[in-house]
């Protein structure tokens, strides 16, 4: 073993910092999305860029940025009108580009070579929402369908002004906004910087991240039309539509969305009844159909109209952080199609910004969005030292540049070692304008530039599995949702193993992972099936929770959950889903516990004659069980959250590689590594074949081994250059 050298480098070691390409001379303006060191890696003018960017409404400050040495800028701007920006489309043939201009132009003048991404807040100016009101969100209240008002009455910022907002399901409304846009785009066309303009963010609803507006159920009649539309390419037969919501009555013609109501609770407790509440899952399942299309269509406007190659790119794909009412799950249509390049989310709140409860991730399954070739952005808006505000719902300031050190590392280390973009975002009035705070980003800036020229292709053993349409299911708001998918993942990230996180739609790329934790699949479909059965091969251990499987053929079916999981399952009407580990899994696991601490109806509780019990519920029942098959092995939870522990223990059963002990968070890929520290000891990091490593943040070389002891402070985060 070789142990870490005490000393701190003043910087980088030579052999990191590798240059990246030089640009091309005959290269064309713009931006593309295009493979660079085995990723999909940003290229700005024709030469690979880190994708470190800043971004918000402070646009003035961005000047004050400059000492970090990043050069990409997206300020918050509008082609029509936003829900929080200041039309441009003042009349249906006047606009007023004066703002816009003042921002673009202030931005250059003090930052001559920035470019630009250009954040777009669309929802629809004033006048036209006083001439289109069929095309308008309606909400059901008191019985009469009456236009949405937001924000809510007792919002805090009611204060300004309530407004009407507009369906994304309008085709007026899509064909008039894309309108508006390729108008902009000629304006812009026009300035001496026009070529800066690398990019375009296409944003809508109240946060601008296409959340479904106020999370209501839209009634307008621009939306029930395409929500008919879209039952007749599902169903084709009015029979079949009938069959499937148990409604004689039901036809293509007279279908309505279900009530808010209905969409809120369920009849099961925590889940849906597919047998009573096909209204309310199609529905849901059409929402995000209609929003991915309606951010398609926008970007098909900029690609067809940008006379020199830009990037565009959406907030979208929230699987591992999804309501089911945001309209988040039709990731697949985005990642299949050309019109999108990249996509992207602030860093996970709530526990993942608590230092010692989860780590830092992402909202979406970004191993998806890598394997189609698009590129991610990680939107850090961590509280600063210099930010003035205190604790709110999410985090606390941060105290010092100590504890910026202890934040920005532990965010940086997975967006550097996947290889992803990040912009520093001012949301909440996030200050930066301190000199020492510039000076660390400026450090860690130089190093995501110099970590373009290291491969950081996927080579996890094991990968987080979101099923998108399984969420449909599940109560909104139910703590299930969290625990079932992002503190599942986290657990998985604290395993000591390698992992990515992959949509069920590409579960046929998956072929190299041995450990596959799969987080909900409640629903899945044949052809989802039928890619399962295929991973019960080689050696994997497979790994399902809770109601896997449990609904066939729009049906709900406990039976069919044998099928899937190969453990046999029943089900009991509601439990405290509170596990505790027996020494059968491992000695040093033993007395372990995890899961919800509360009643869960329905339950499901392994009832296998062949199955080894590895944990049981407080009641005496099975409630962790493995079934050891020929090719593969079956693992069935009767809760989520399975500790990073008895996953590290899955792991080892299945021949992963594990880097780590459990505990602490790691990211891994081929030329870079990260580790987070939970809690402060000194961590042995082991490779399966010699490497040398370098730690880029404080520039120490560790030498060659397979093998190392790395001293780390609770809540320290260190990420290593593999060579």
């Not at 079932?484 to 069920?504: C, H, M, N, T």
Request: one cysteine or more; proline letters at 6%.
């Amino acid at each position: 073993m070789r142990r870490m050298p005490c000393r701190l480098a003043a910087m980088l070691p030579v052999a990191f910092m590798l240059a990246a390409s030089e640009p091309n001379a005959n290269a064309p303006a713009g931006a593309r999305i295009a493979v660079q060191n085995d990723i999909p890696t940003l290229a700005v003018d024709g030469k690979p860029h880190s994708g470190m960017s800043r971004h918000g409404y402070q646009w003035d400050a961005f000047a004050g940025f400059r000492p970090t040495g990043v050069t990409l800028y997206i300020p918050i701007l509008t082609a029509s009108q936003g829900f929080w920006v200041r039309s441009v489309w003042t009349a249906p043939d006047t606009w007023d580009y004066s703002n816009l201009d003042k921002v673009l132009d202030g931005i250059f003048e003090k930052i001559p070579d920035a470019h630009i991404i250009l954040k777009l807040s669309e929802s629809a100016p004033d006048w036209w929402r006083a001439q289109h009101t069929n095309e308008l969100v309606h909400v059901i209240e008191s019985n009469e369908t009456v236009p949405l008002l937001l924000p809510p009455a007792d919002h805090r910022n009611a204060k300004y002004g309530r407004k009407t907002v507009p369906s994304w399901a309008s085709h007026t409304w899509r064909r008039d906004i894309a309108s508006a846009i390729v108008h902009v785009m000629r304006h812009l066309g026009t300035k001496p910087y026009a070529k800066r303009i690398v990019g375009f963010l296409i944003c809508s609803g109240e946060s601008n991240e296409w959340f479904a507006w106020g999370n209501r159920v839209d009634h307008s009649p621009a939306n029930i039309a395409r929500f008919r539309a879209w039952l007749w390419t599902r169903y084709r037969d009015v029979s079949a539509l009938r069959s499937s919501w148990h409604d004689p009555a039901v036809s293509f013609e007279n279908a309505r969305p279900p009530l808010d109501s209905a969409v809120a609770s369920a009849a099961r407790g925590s889940l849906r009844n597919a047998d009573e509440e096909m209204r309310t899952i199609d529905y849901l399942d059409y929402n995000s159909f209609m929003t991915a299309s309606a951010i398609d269509e926008l970007a098909a406007s900029i690609k067809q109209s940008a006379s020199f190659p830009v990037v565009v790119g959406a907030y979208y794909g929230y699987l591992t952080s999804s309501d089911p009412r945001w309209g988040h799950q039709d990731i697949g249509t985005l990642l299949a199609g050309t019109n999108i390049d990249f996509l992207c989310s602030p860093t996970a709140y709530w526990e993942h910004r608590r230092l010692g409860i989860a780590a830092p991730a992402p909202m979406a399954a970004v191993g998806s969005v890598s394997v189609h070739g698009k590129y991610w952005f990680n939107e850090n808006d961590n509280r600063t030292s210099a930010t003035g505000s205190g604790a709110d719902w999410f985090q606390g300031k941060v105290e010092g540049i100590e504890g910026d050190k202890i934040m920005q590392r532990r965010e940086l280390g997975w967006t550097i070692a996947h290889g992803f973009g990040q912009w520093w975002q001012d949301v909440g009035t996030v200050k930066f304008d301190s000199p020492a705070l510039l000076t660390l980003l400026s450090n860690y800036n130089a190093i995501a530039e110099a970590s373009i020229a290291v491969s950081r292709r996927d080579i996890s053993h094991a990968a987080a599995v979101i099923d998108p349409r399984s969420v449909y299911y599940i109560k909104p708001e139910d703590y299930l949702l969290k625990e079932l998918r992002r503190l599942s993942i986290d657990a998985l990230q604290r395993s000591g193993i390698a992992s990515s996180i992959f949509s069920s739609d590409d579960l046929l790329r998956l072929t190299d992972k041995r450990l596959i934790l799969f987080c909900d699949m409640i629903a899945p479909s044949p052809e989802t099936m039928a890619a399962v059965d295929r991973l019960k091969s080689d050696g994997r251990v497979l790994v399902f929770h809770w109601a896997a499987g449990s609904v066939r053929n729009g049906r709900s079916d406990a039976g069919a959950m044998q099928k899937l999981t190969g453990i046999k399952i029943r089900q009991i009407e509601n439990a405290s889903l509170r596990v505790t580990v027996s020494d059968r899994a491992d000695a040093r696991s033993a007395g372990i516990s995890y899961g919800p601490d509360r009643t869960v109806s329905p339950a499901y509780i392994p009832d296998d004659d062949d199955g080894e019990i590895w944990g049981r519920l407080r009641s005496g029942e099975p409630a962790l069980m493995i079934r050891r098959y020929p090719t593969w092995t079956a693992v069935y939870s009767s809760a989520p959250m399975l500790p990073p522990e008895i996953l590290a223990v899955l792991g080892d059963i299945a021949k992963a590689h594990r880097y780590t002990q459990p505990g602490d968070a790691l990211w891994v890929t081929k030329g870079m590594l990260a580790l987070s520290a939970f809690r402060s000891g000194e961590k042995t990091v082991r490779f399966p074949a010699r490497v040398r490593l370098f730690e880029c943040f404080d520039g120490a070389d560790l030498r060659d081994g397979t093998e190392f002891i790395v001293p780390m402070k609770e809540n320290e985060t260190k990420l290593f250059r593999i060579e």
